[in-house]
């Protein structure tokens, strides 16, 4: 089942790995009753191994259903942050405690508390990729999938800040045509997308239909004939009759795409650089040795100040309830 030479790396800083590592972490997750969560964007292996792959929307709601005693969130810290949130009680273990956010770093507890207060009468909708203190200082939170939905339940003269990231916030004006008074900040990865490199991978392949997280750029959106979460990309992939595409996200989940249709052809979309710059560096920190030992040793585990996690609690919940 596991030939490859990430099982035969032999001693690590730790000790001795197993000589397969996926049945040694199917017997850890016996021995805690544990989940392995898994996003779109972590290498194919830990995708194979995880008991629920999906988007941040997806894996909130994974976290808040489950009823094992651990949670290994093979994601990063935010993501992680929110299940331990959710579920107080269980041991929430995250591989690489680096395992950050470019976007969610954009966005500093106090520098937004500072912002927030600048706009009296405002709610604060938050994506769902910032910090437990963000979380904490919203009235909803929302992800790339339920963003559009979310606002477009408040009222149209509740004014709104969205935070942190300016790109989705653009998107999701476009769509609602609300106002929305926007945090500066974005991910790292979805601004390095060229479009002018873009533009010619569509001359090259005029059959291929361009598809975009709207976590990118406008100059990038333009050009994708469909826009969405990266749970939606991939089921647009699935239904679409087309056999090629470019995708502008994570290339991670090119992964489930050619997993379900092994026909068709996926190309990244490449970055500005000459780099793998469309490669979450942190996303790519969790590996499959870092998951077995932080199951092995159970750590590093996310732990969370109560009242942080109670103010954080509430516009997640509020986010659930309006996403049912």
Same mark, same amino acid.
């Given at each position: ?22 049945? =040694?972490?199917? $017997? ?36 808040? !259903?489950?009823? =094992? ?18 579920? &107080? ?30 706009? &009296? ?7 769902? !990729?910032? /910090? ?12 790339? /999938? ?8 408040? %009222? ?29 900040? /974005? ?44 749970? =939606? ?8 009759? /087309?056999?090629?595409?470019?995708? =502008? ?31 979450? %560096?942190?996303?790519?920190? !969790? ?12 750590? %590093? ?21 309006? $996403?049912?």
């Amino acid at each position: 089942m596991f030939t490859t030479a990430l099982a035969q790396r032999g001693k690590t800083e730790r000790g001795d790995l197993p000589l397969d590592l996926f049945a =040694a972490i199917e $017997s850890l997750k016996k021995e805690l009753n544990a989940i392995v969560l898994a996003h779109y964007y972590q290498e194919p292996d830990i995708q194979d191994i995880a008991d629920f792959i999906g988007d941040s929307l997806q894996l909130a709601k994974a976290a808040a !259903n489950t009823k =094992a005693d651990a949670i290994v969130f093979a994601g990063v810290h935010f993501m992680a942050e929110t299940a331990k949130i959710l579920n &107080p009680d269980k041991m929430v273990l995250l591989p690489d405690l680096n395992a950050g956010c470019s976007l969610a770093d954009s966005c500093p507890a106090e520098a937004f508390a500072a912002f927030k207060a600048l706009h &009296p009468g405002h709610i604060v909708v938050s994506y769902i !990729n910032c /910090s437990a203190d963000i979380k904490a200082l919203s009235d909803i939170i929302c992800t790339s /999938s339920n963003a559009v939905k979310i606002v477009q339940q408040i %009222p149209k003269e509740q004014p709104i800040i969205f935070a942190p990231d300016k790109n989705l916030g653009r998107y999701v004006m476009e769509q609602t045509g609300r106002d929305l008074v926007l945090w500066d900040g /974005s991910c790292v990865v979805h601004e390095t997308f060229s479009e002018k490199k873009i533009v010619q991978l569509k001359i090259a392949h005029p059959e291929a239909e361009a598809i975009a997280h709207p976590e990118c750029e406008t100059s990038v959106l333009r050009h994708a004939s469909f826009i969405g979460s990266t749970a =939606a990309l991939l089921k647009y992939c699935v239904e679409s009759p /087309s056999q090629e595409f470019i995708v =502008a996200t994570e290339p991670g989940i090119i992964h489930q795409m050619q997993k379900q249709t092994p026909h068709k052809r996926f190309i990244p979309a490449p970055p500005i650089n000459n780099c793998a710059c469309n490669e979450c %560096p942190f996303m790519r920190l !969790n590996t499959l040795e870092k998951l077995y030992w932080a199951m092995k040793n159970r750590t %590093p585990e996310i732990t969370l100040p109560e009242e942080t996690r109670l103010a954080a609690l509430k516009p997640i919940q509020r986010m659930l309830e309006m $996403s049912a």
